[in-house]
């Protein structure tokens, strides 16, 4: 791929971003949506951040994990646990992350 | 001459906007470290990395399209990749229009431009129903900024010094830690428990759909449960008869 076209390429990408971010602020005129549809779109985005979650902690290779001696498992509950109790992402990354060196480094899971 | 008005980043809803979205931002960078990472790993010249993390500016899509470039495959496959790895904005897009829709055009599209995943979620828990616009634009940019800065500073440095960074362990479930989180701190009534649990399996279930259409799959599948489950009678009060 020759440099123009891999610029061509990546403008093209940046233009897809305001496309689908932008798709429904395109028209001036307000698009007639179903009061029950705006409702449920509440549940847009947190269904959105879950569904990049889970398969994260529970798949290995697009596949179901077999096993709970997976790093991850604990490592997210004690993380949880910790957002739970004091509500702080920062400290819920840094538990997890040192959770997850721990049952990997320590006990090989 | 401008018009005589307070900068918008002055508006106490600008700071707050940010504030909510720093402790995010680690998450985010975490993410954004690990896409430049990747792009320096690719075969894609230092230069259009750097172009690419500038102007797509949509980490899923990068990371989606990364391998096609370097395979050279055709154009128009690599943007349809990308269209359907991004649909999740359109969705997002009619709940924004909510908000945004008595802007100008170009102020509304501005903004869509820059609103990532985590800015629509975040904005949503501040105004669960529209607020004077006065108070919307400036919070909207405030974790707009935050969010660009958070992607972009990583990102960047990710392309520079791809070689030095582990990508082993850690740098992934940093991101997603953050966001399982965010995931609690959104959680409230039965339905929203609801939508999360069912977006959950839907994802799993639907994992091996390409281009990350599960997201799609599971966000139908929480706007439609969610849905019943408001409809649900509730539960009686606890003490009462």
Same mark, same amino acid.
């Given at each position: 791929?020759?440099?123009?076209?891999?610029?061509?390429?990546?403008?093209?990408?940046?233009?897809?971003?305001?496309?689908?971010?932008?798709?429904?602020?395109?028209?001036?005129?307000?698009?007639?949506?179903?009061?029950?549809?705006?409702?449920?779109?509440?549940?847009?985005?947190?269904?959105?951040?879950?569904?990049?979650?889970?398969?994260?902690?529970?798949?290995?290779?697009?596949?179901?994990?077999?096993?709970?001696?997976?790093?991850?498992?604990?490592?997210?509950?004690?993380?949880?646990?910790?957002?739970?109790?004091?509500?702080?992402?920062?400290?819920?990354?840094?538990?997890?992350?040192?959770?997850?060196?721990?049952?990997?480094?320590?006990?090989?899971? | 001459?401008?018009?005589?008005?307070?900068?918008?980043?002055?508006?106490?809803?600008?700071?707050?906007?940010?504030?909510?979205?720093?402790?995010?931002?680690?998450?985010?960078?975490?993410?954004?470290?690990?896409?430049?990472?990747?792009?320096?790993?690719?075969?894609?010249?230092?230069?259009?990395?750097?172009?690419?993390?500038?102007?797509?500016?949509?980490?899923?899509?990068?990371?989606?399209?990364?391998?096609?470039?370097?395979?050279?495959?055709?154009?128009?496959?690599?943007?349809?990749?990308?269209?359907?790895?991004?649909?999740?904005?359109?969705?997002?897009?009619?709940?924004?229009?909510?908000?945004?829709?008595?802007?100008?055009?170009?102020?509304?599209?501005?903004?869509?431009?820059?609103?990532?995943?985590?800015?629509?979620?975040?904005?949503?828990?501040?105004?669960?129903?529209?607020?004077?616009?006065?108070?919307?634009?400036?919070?909207?940019?405030?974790?707009?900024?935050?969010?660009?800065?958070?992607?972009?500073?990583?990102?960047?440095?990710?392309?520079?010094?791809?070689?030095?960074?582990?990508?082993?362990?850690?740098?992934?479930?940093?991101?997603?830690?953050?966001?399982?989180?965010?995931?609690?701190?959104?959680?409230?009534?039965?339905?929203?428990?609801?939508?999360?649990? @069912? !977006?959950? $399996? =839907? +994802? &799993? %279930?639907?994992?091996? /759909?390409?281009?990350? *259409?599960?997201?799609? @799959? !599971?966000? $139908? =599948? +929480? &706007? %439609?449960?969610?849905? /019943?489950?408001?409809? *649900?009678?509730?539960?009686?009060?606890?003490?009462?008869?």
């Amino acid at each position: 791929m020759s440099t123009w076209e891999g610029i061509l390429a990546i403008v093209g990408l940046a233009l897809i971003t305001l496309l689908t971010r932008g798709f429904f602020l395109f028209p001036d005129r307000d698009l007639p949506m179903p009061h029950w549809l705006q409702r449920g779109l509440r549940y847009a985005p947190l269904a959105a951040l879950v569904a990049v979650v889970a398969p994260e902690l529970f798949l290995t290779q697009g596949r179901l994990i077999d096993t709970w001696r997976d790093a991850r498992l604990p490592a997210a509950l004690l993380a949880l646990a910790w957002f739970l109790w004091r509500r702080s992402i920062l400290g819920t990354i840094v538990v997890g992350t040192a959770a997850l060196l721990l049952f990997r480094l320590g006990l090989g899971w | 001459m401008q018009p005589v008005a307070a900068p918008l980043w002055r508006h106490p809803e600008f700071a707050r906007g940010a504030r909510d979205m720093v402790e995010t931002a680690l998450g985010i960078a975490a993410w954004g470290l690990l896409t430049g990472v990747a792009m320096a790993k690719s075969e894609l010249p230092t230069g259009l990395a750097v172009l690419m993390s500038l102007i797509v500016f949509a980490g899923s899509a990068q990371l989606t399209a990364l391998p096609l470039l370097s395979a050279g495959a055709p154009l128009w496959v690599i943007w349809a990749t990308a269209l359907c790895v991004n649909l999740r904005f359109v969705v997002f897009s009619a709940g924004w229009r909510r908000y945004f829709g008595p802007l100008p055009r170009a102020q509304r599209l501005r903004m869509a431009y820059f609103s990532a995943d985590l800015n629509y979620a975040l904005f949503l828990r501040r105004f669960p129903e529209p607020p004077p616009l006065s108070d919307a634009v400036p919070y909207f940019w405030g974790g707009v900024a935050l969010n660009w800065l958070a992607w972009q500073l990583p990102s960047l440095a990710g392309i520079f010094l791809g070689d030095l960074i582990p990508t082993a362990w850690g740098l992934g479930f940093a991101g997603t830690l953050a966001l399982l989180a965010l995931v609690f701190a959104m959680l409230g009534d039965r339905a929203s428990w609801a939508a999360a649990g @069912v !977006a959950g $399996a =839907a +994802a &799993v %279930a639907a994992y091996g /759909l390409p281009l990350k *259409l599960n997201i799609l @799959v !599971a966000i $139908a =599948a +929480a &706007v %439609a449960i969610g849905l /019943l489950v408001e409809r *649900l009678p509730a539960a009686p009060p606890k003490g009462t008869p």
